[in-house]
Antibody, heavy 121, light 109 residues
């Protein structure tokens, strides 16, 4: 059974940092690109970042480019998202999601339960 | 960036009714690279449909997707109590950013 388990969320002040983790199991993690998607309270879904299987290529939404860094450790079956220079508008539930498709044309077939990041003073 | 507009924003319906949800793209989505998700309160989104019309694993056949180009539809043939939720469309025609619609809420009348 595919499982994605996020952790690392919490309350942080504006300008602060957090590192989110996503522990994957039930599939060959190193064979899949991975992504992060977020959802602000009461709002819709926003794709945030993606990374290829070996971590050689990364993509970011314009709203987080230069502030967030995606990475992965295939030996630990874990995906990460480093959040720096956090703003109030980054407050959201952050989901780890497994993409399916090819050639960077991806939909998301499995999602974690999410971890809440709250940016507030 | 392709913008997806879903309509209506909210639908108030009764169990047993037929539901039709719309997703319109700001430019053509080639090869029907469009997916639909269901999200219930406090839960992660769940993939329903990909490729505009292919049901994901384990999705009941009362859910169906159709459309091409700029106009796509999710149909629930007969609403079950567990189908009351928010539904999102997502395009994946382009390299990132992949974009989602703003959602349609299906609520109990």
């Amino acid at each position: 059974e595919v499982q994605l388990l996020e952790s690392g969320g919490g309350l942080v002040q504006p300008g602060g940092s957090l590192r989110l983790s996503c522990a994957a199991s039930g599939f060959t993690f190193s064979s899949f690109s991975m992504t992060w998607v977020r959802q602000s309270p009461g709002e819709g879904l926003e794709w945030v970042s993606g990374i290829t299987t070996a971590g050689a290529t990364t993509y970011y939404a314009e709203s987080v480019k230069g502030r967030f860094t995606i990475s992965r450790d295939n030996s630990k079956n874990t995906l990460y998202l480093q959040l720096n220079s956090l703003r109030a508008e980054d407050t959201a539930v952050y989901y780890c999601a497994r993409p399916r498709g090819s050639g960077w044309r991806y939909y998301f077939d499995y999602w974690g339960q999410g971890t809440l990041v709250t940016v507030s003073s | 960036e392709i913008v997806l507009t879903q309509s209506p924003g909210t639908l108030s319906l009764s169990p047993g009714e037929r539901v039709t949800l719309s997703c319109r793209a700001s430019q053509g989505v080639s090869s029907s690279y469009l997916a639909w998700y269901q999200q219930k309160p406090g839960q992660a989104p769940r993939l329903l449909i990909y490729g505009a019309s292919s049901r994901a694993t384990g999705i009941p056949d009362r859910f169906s997707g159709s459309g091409s180009g700029t106009d796509f539809t999710l149909t629930i043939s007969r609403l079950e109590p567990e189908d009351f939720a928010v539904y999102y469309c997502q395009q994946y025609d382009t390299s990132p950013p992949w974009t989602f619609g703003q959602g349609t809420k299906v609520e109990v009348k």
